[in-house]
């Protein structure tokens, strides 16, 4: 239903899981202890924790993380008082027995994600999860892809699977208010289960396009403290928190440790700013999927080639996540044509 005076919103934090892509999934167990210590006692309700792209995601195509899944998972479950712990999975990088892993981890909630087209992929894992007492979330990324009544047929399926709550993935940050607003109330207006949204800062509209999304009647959002995730970011959880605030919109979020949290701990960490910067922005402007950006820097450095036209090809060419790989290939086609 619509927003509420008295519906309290659902916070899933994903500093500790979006934001490893900002450092190249290079966390130290402490620090995400730090933060995370610091989030539960803002009162969050859920924390997002394993690699950038999901469960088993380390690999030479989306790069290793400094510790174990299962290190950074007990050690965060052991700090949490008040919050629930929360793990992505995606089909064909994750699997069964790494949903066992997480929940002898103490995981809570799991989010199981898909392209937007692809829900169908993800039906063994949500019945699976939904079987083992997870609280249990579809993620339809990229979802400025394809059309909203497209979109609303997917997300069916997810909640014909078993989940519990279907999102609407704005991963590349590339939609518009009213885009937002559409999907938001097609969801709302179709579903039986709980309705999520997830942006990315790449166009300067996350918490906008969030606080549309809550207005619009969606029971859960995701953010995260300085905005610490792929390209510029998520919707930054503390600037969330204080507009929530300021619109008596209920969510029994604490904002004062957020903001310690921020500027204390989380900014030092980030090697590259996380800020809607040209190469962030050319992701929404192009529709391309966060967590290329560090990889088409990477490129365009090796290559010689601007960051900007691998970008903008990456976009002409409908890449989506997974395809890390034909990055190289882009930048090699540009240099050719140059030459």
Known sequence: MPY??????IINDVTLRDGMHAIAHQYTVQQMVDIARKIDEAKV????????????????????????????????KAELKHAKLAALLLPGIGTIEDMEMAREAGVDTIRIATHCTEADIAAQHISKAREMGFDVVGFLMMAHMTPTAQLVE???????YGAHCVYVTDSAGALLMEETRERITAFNNELGCEVGFHNHNNLGLGVANTIIAIQCGA?????????????????????LIAVTDRMKIRTDVELYPLIDAADGIVRPLQRRPVQTD?????????????????????????????SRDIL??????????????????????LLKGEE
């Open 278 to 306: 040209g190469n962030a922005l050319m992701l929404g402007f192009a529709g391309v999927y966060s967590s290329f950006l560090l990889h088409t820097e990477r490129a365009a450095q090796r290559f010689g080639v601007d």
């Open 45 to 76: 309700d859920l924390i997002e924790v394993s690699h950038g792209d999901g469960l088993n995601g380390n690999s030479i195509n989306y790069g290793f993380s400094a510790h174990t899944e299962i290190e950074y998972l007990q050690a965060v």
């Open 312 to 333: 903008r090809e990456l976009g002409r060419r409908r890449m989506v996540g997974g395809q890390e790989d034909m990055i190289v290939d882009v930048a090699l086609d």
């Open 219 to 239: 029971d859960r959002v995701d953010a995260s403290l300085a905005g610490m995730g792929a390209g510029a970011g998520n919707c930054p959880l503390e600037v």
């Open 4 to 9: 509420t005076p008295d519906k309290k919103i």
């Open 154 to 160: 997917q997300a069916k399926l997810m909640e014909r």
